[in-house]
């Protein structure tokens, strides 16, 4: 079963475009909500995290909305970048328990 | 740079063959995870350590073991190698058992030929 569902598998953006990834959780236990960043070639890298007590989170152009009741969270890159081209990751986890990772979402930045 | 250092980067071998890949969890990281991502696909995990015990196994083959040493790196050993084992193994560490940061290594490039 998948514990983590993302979406869009892939996603096309404007350049200056807004880019939104979406993911779904099963597991109410689950308190740590990181997006992670990875580059061909590359290791994911940890572009940013939230726990179930904020709704929301923002650093720089990333924001993490978190919605508890509907157990989803989103990923929203505003004034996307060709260098935002990327596989985009969402995981959950708690403690004592491993990462479950979404599928990802290729996204494409067009200039 | 995540500080988790992963050997070999590439690695090419015959099927059937058998190699180990290292990895060295950040300093101060008890736990460490392994990966393996495919061409195009997802991460899937492996397995899970956590001090030198073994906390969580994924979808890890029979062929497949792993362990974590006192001095807390960790090895993959990959057995009786098949051509659909070319993949991208990533590991990663954390300084707990879950529910905090972790931090992937560059990754090891295994092609089976």
């Known amino acids: 079963q998948q514990q983590v569902k993302q979406s869009p598998q892939s996603l096309i953006v404007q350049k200056g475009g807004i880019s939104i990834i979406n993911c779904a959780y099963e597991n109410t236990a689950f308190d740590y909500f990181p997006w992670y960043q990875q580059f061909p070639g590359k290791g994911p890298a940890l572009l940013i995290a939230i726990r179930p007590d904020v709704s929301e989170k923002k650093e720089g152009r990333f924001t993490i909305s978190f919605n508890k009741s509907a157990k989803q969270f989103s990923l929203h890159i505003m004034d996307s970048q060709p260098g935002d081209s990327a596989t985009y990751f969402c995981a959950a986890s708690m403690v004592g328990n491993q990462f479950y990772f979404g599928t990802g979402t290729s996204l494409t930045v067009i200039p | ?113």
Not at chain 2, 18 to 35: E, I, K, N
Not at chain 2, 51 to 74: T, V
């Open chain 2, 1 to 113: 740079d995540s500080g988790v250092t992963q050997t070999p980067k590439h690695l090419i071998t015959a099927t059937g063959q058998r190699v180990t890949l290292r990895c060295s969890p950040r300093s101060g990281d008890l736990s460490v995870y392994w990966y393996q991502q495919s061409l195009d696909q997802g991460l899937q995990f492996l397995i899970q350590y956590y001090n030198g015990e073994e906390r969580a196994k994924g979808n890890i083959l029979e062929r497949f073991s792993a362990q974590q040493f006192p001095d807390l790196h960790s090895e993959l050993n990959l057995s009786s190698l098949e051509l659909g084992d070319s993949a991208l193994y990533f590991c990663a560490s954390s300084v707990g058992e879950g529910g905090n940061t972790i931090y992937f290594g560059e990754g090891s490039w295994l092609t089976v030929v």
